[in-house]
């Protein structure tokens, strides 16, 4: 045979399965496209020029990875589909006398066309669509944008080879089905699920464990450190115990609902639950998948919203005044009052003067806990034992308070801001102090707000007699008798000056520090919320990017899901109205199977999201998003558009199935 026979036989087989096809060149398309715009974004020099370009490359950098993995997810599920439902094509032509090689022939030549096509309308759509990305990144993260034309050819190459080689592993599985399989599978292969699958309770049960480990873990975090560390556990978990619940947990409810028969033997369960039954194994994989992407959207949807929406609120709840001058080793009263003076002189030189100042004198330290003892934090201890330890004199506690201590050597108060301390000794490292009482608020601790980091789960400040006390312990914790006190003194104060001034000043605080010769920092408002910005606009860029990546996901496999319950349903309702079911009964069971089926993965992610939400509060504390009422609110919201989003999927797809039934 010529080689021109088998390319229009190839382009004829294409376009006589353009419904299934169609939808596939689409989903190349829009991958290739969001693939090449995110790596433009990371490649390009426009970027590069930005501010804090590292931080903004390396998330963009995350972005590339995920739609890289899951195109290839992606593709390879939708030609898996794809293969199912040609085989009998196939078995007809090696039936017909054609070889095996030719049917891989063919496939070569339909593999090349889809991704040539792929491929390039991708790249021309991501390349005209790359500047308006890059556009849209710089409006939300507030920055002028420059005009010209730039093409990176590295990324241009690394899209058409990453996406080629998906495309080249999709034909070799396609091959290997079509040659390991005889003639008669392949007829029948758009058949194989029929036979009733087996109740499988080990992996039910197994499910059923994984989710309720992933769902306790989510529950039972208590700070941003652990959360960190056990969040992909969890995450990993719920998607096991999802897989396992919907392939086997479902069969076995099901059958669960076959037995009784009060329920099961009136006409619409009966047809519906058999029906679901017997395609159960085939579909809930795709059940799954369409639930756990329902809940990667509304995660990343809800997360980047309320951290964008929430930035002007997490600046102000980590700096509660405009500038904060941070200065190390501050051991001395003169100390202080020297650092105040030149503050205040810095400040009024600059043209403007101090307001609401707030000063405090401490000495913070991490250890690990256990009970009413304290010893120094190692490499290898567990996030659940970490302590954040706050020393101060009963002298500042005075200061600050207003009140008398009334300690005596040896002694302390407790301030148990995080956590609990049992008992009524403290053993700090060896050494051991007597609380004398428990402090049940600290006004000046309380409006700083954060001194206290809230990345741990246990925050205590401890309140000593005086400076020999403090030394013993710091001592005693680090084991080295020599050393010095070791205080951070930190000024705070509003000045009522614009932004500019601001920032001005705060490089003028800088150089100050810099000629006293004193280790310190200086952080103000707007600095911060110019890096911020950086942070949160860029992972909301990437939130929305991703979020509408996976909602194409989850559209295009319900809609393959909605016609392979079409191909399955359509013999099946044939025969049901020979034997009598009304047109009336068939579309009430039609719509009771699809509506049942079709629900369940959005129920099961909403679920899914609400045992998360403890976990991922704390997550986006440690970007300082602390503000739990308003991520609930973004969470709520996003979970009613998104149901919305999804009943109108329901409505698009639901078509092709009703055209395919009837």
């Known amino acids: 045979m010529r080689n021109g026979f088998y390319t229009r036989l190839a382009l004829t087989n294409l376009r006589k399965n353009a419904q299934t096809y169609y939808p596939y060149i689409l989903a190349g398309s829009a991958t290739v496209m969001m693939f090449y715009s995110m790596l433009y974004l990371v490649v390009s020099r426009e970027v590069a020029s930005l ?159 994984s989710l309720a480990g992933g769902y306790s873990i989510a529950l039972t975090v208590k700070s941003p450190l652990a959360a960190i560390s056990l969040f992909f556990v969890a995450v990993l978990l719920v998607i096991n115990g999802t897989y396992g619940l919907f392939t086997a947990g479902s069969i076995a409810i099901l059958k669960a609902l076959r037995r009784n028969k009060r329920f099961y033997y009136r006409t619409t369960p009966f047809i519906s639950v058999s029906g679901m039954i017997y395609r159960m194994k085939q579909n809930a994989a795709g059940l799954a998948s369409i639930c756990i992407l329902s809940t990667m959207v509304i995660v990343m949807a809800s997360s980047t919203v309320s951290l964008y929406v929430g930035l002007e609120d997490a600046v102000r709840t980590n700096y509660i005044r405009e500038i904060t001058v941070l200065v190390e080793d501050v051991n001395s009263d003169e100390q202080v009052e020297q650092l105040k003076n030149a503050i205040a002189e810095t400040v009024e030189k600059a043209g403007h003067s101090i307001h609401n100042p707030l000063a405090m004198r401490y000495v913070s330290t991490l250890t690990v806990q256990n009970g009413n003892a304290f010893n120094r934090a190692g490499g290898t201890g567990n996030n659940r034992d970490l302590a954040l330890l706050m020393f101060i004199t009963a002298e500042e506690y005075e200061r600050m308070e207003g009140v008398s201590a009334g300690l005596n050597a040896g002694e302390a108060l407790v301030y148990c801001m995080q ?92 150089v100050m520090l810099g000629e006293m010769s004193v280790p310190g920092n200086v952080e103000g408002r707007e600095a911060a919320k110019d890096e911020f910005m950086s942070v949160y ?3 909301f860029f990437l939130g929305l990017f991703l979020g509408a990546l996976f909602i194409l996901g989850t559209v295009l496999i319900i809609y393959y899901k909605q016609i392979t319950e079409g191909y399955d349903d359509k013999e099946r309702f044939a025969i049901m109205s020979k034997v009598g079911l009304s047109l009336d009964e068939i579309k009430r069971t039609i719509r009771f199977q699809v509506l049942s089926v079709f629900y369940l993965p959005l129920v099961m992610a909403v679920i899914h999201i609400v045992f998360a939400f403890p976990v991922i509060s704390k997550l986006l504390a440690v970007i300082k998003l602390y503000n739990v009422r308003l991520y609930a609110l973004c969470t709520a919201l996003t979970i009613l558009v998104f149901a919305v989003c999804y009943a109108m999927i329901y409505g698009l797809t639901a078509r092709t199935y009703y055209r395919i039934v009837r």
Not at 64 to 81: E, K, T
Not at 199 to 207: E, H, N, P, R
């Open 537 to 539: 606009g860029v992972l």
């Open 51 to 209: 501010n804090d370009s590292a931080t903004l490359r390396t998330v963009l950098g995350l972005g590339v990875w995920v739609i890289g993995i899951f195109a290839f997810i992606l593709l390879l599920y939708i030609n898996s589909f794809l293969i199912k439902r040609r085989k009998k094509e196939f078995g007809l032509f090696n039936i017909l006398g054609m070889e095996k090689k030719h049917i891989a022939r063919i496939m070569l030549i339909e593999t090349v066309i889809t991704a040539l096509v792929c491929i390039g309308l991708g790249l021309v759509a991501g390349i005209l669509f790359s500047k308006l990305g890059l556009l849209l990144l710089l409006r939300i993260l507030e920055l002028n944008a420059a005009f010209g034309f730039e093409l990176p050819l590295r990324a241009v190459a690394v899209t058409t080879v990453l996406f080629g080689a998906i495309f080249l592993i999709n034909l070799v599985y396609n091959v290997f089905q079509v040659h390991l399989s005889k003639p008669i599978e392949l007829l029948k292969g758009g058949n194989v699920g029929e036979k009733e699958p087996r109740t499988k309770w080990l992996i039910a049960l197994s499910g059923a464990a």
């Open 419 to 510: 956590g609990k301390i049992p008992g009524d000794t403290l053993n700090i490292g060896g050494y051991s102090l007597d609380i004398r009482g428990r402090v049940e608020s600290l006004k000046m601790l309380e409006e700083y707000g954060v001194l206290l980091d809230r990345m741990f789960t246990q925050s205590y400040v401890i309140i000593t007699a005086d400076e020999q006390d403090l030394l013993r312990a710091r001592r005693a914790l680090s084991g080295d008798e020599t050393l010095s006190m070791g205080y951070r003194f930190q000024y705070l104060f509003d000045t009522k000056a614009s932004a500019d001034a601001q920032l001005r000043l705060r490089s003028d605080l800088k």
